[in-house]
């Protein structure tokens, strides 16, 4: 016996006719009887005495009647309560500084228009505080441009990255607009980690060319300052450089023979209960490479 079984059992009690149910309910006379029959076999009663063609609910069908109006009531308020429960759900989102400053305003911004009772949470952080924070179940997601090592999380990439080598105007590579991994490695370079290796780092590093770093920034805007006045260069997101490229505050250099994407990559917990919200932000992550 099912949820389906009372529906239509309670609709055949109401219009007085397997028809007038199987109308009500848009499915055909046949799976109305069926689903009358299989009930009355499941509780060796009859429910409906058949007299000139006509149906009349017996005593035992009014005691199913009651209780399955009763059922059916409280399957309703359930249905409504979860429901509501999942629009105005809590969504806690993990993010790195890229992509908490080029992409998660855009996610949220279409996020909001599917689920505008949600109460979001965005916290922007290092991938290993990120990943500790999944693996506490303090986040629901998290989004990050370098995976940290962590057996309790699954990893998913979403959306590729192009790194560009920019310098301010002023820079003699600026007149050039080019630069070989030679001459990169000869210039004053501002780093963005001190406690991890950066991967156009470890790409110069395996063409045996170290790079000269003379700063160590842990946040975007402080990199793009320190290039913009001249102090180095550095290779970044282009995503995070857009405006200043637009402006010519920073200057594009093509690196000879070099072309580095990175990806953008989902961490989650294994063991996680993916709820429809999540699975629909999940979904926005997958098309950002259409959206953006």
Not at 90 to 107: D, P, Q, R, V
Not at 121 to 142: E, H
Request: charged share 20%.
């Amino acid at each position: 016996m099912t949820i389906r079984h009372l529906k239509i059992f309670t609709a055949v009690a109401e219009c007085g006719s397997m028809h007038g149910a199987a109308k009500k309910l848009y499915i055909a006379q046949p799976a109305v009887s069926q689903a009358i029959a299989e009930l009355e076999k499941h509780y060796h009663i009859l429910l409906f005495e058949r007299l000139s063609k006509k149906l009349y609910i017996t005593s035992a069908g009014k005691q199913l009647l009651f209780y399955a109006n009763n059922i059916l009531s409280l399957f309703n308020e359930m249905e409504q309560q979860l429901n509501n429960a999942s629009t105005s759900a809590e969504l806690k989102i993990g993010a790195t500084i890229t992509i908490g400053t080029c992409i998660i305003s855009t996610l949220l911004n279409q996020f909001r228009s599917f689920y505008p009772q949600a109460v979001l949470k965005v916290y922007i952080d290092t991938p290993n505080s990120l990943a500790n924070g999944l693996a506490r179940n303090n986040l629901d997601i998290a989004l990050v441009e370098t995976m940290p090592s962590h057996p309790e999380l699954v990893y998913e990439p979403f959306l590729d990255d192009t790194m560009v080598l920019v310098c301010s105007p002023d820079h003699p590579f600026a007149q050039t607009g080019r630069a070989t991994l030679s001459q990169i490695s000869q210039e004053n370079y501002i780093a963005r980690e001190t406690n991890a290796k950066e991967i156009f780092a470890e790409y110069m590093e395996l063409h045996n060319y170290p790079l000269n770093a003379t700063w160590f920034c842990n946040n975007s805007e402080t990199t793009k300052q320190a290039v913009a006045h001249n102090y180095g260069i550095t290779v970044i997101s282009r995503r995070i450089v857009a405006p200043e490229l637009e402006k010519g505050s920073l200057v594009e250099i093509q690196m000879e023979g070099c072309q580095i994407v990175r990806k953008f990559w989902m961490l989650w917990h294994k063991n996680k209960f993916f709820s429809n919200p999540l699975l629909d932000f999940m979904d926005l992550c997958r098309d950002l490479d259409i959206t953006l």
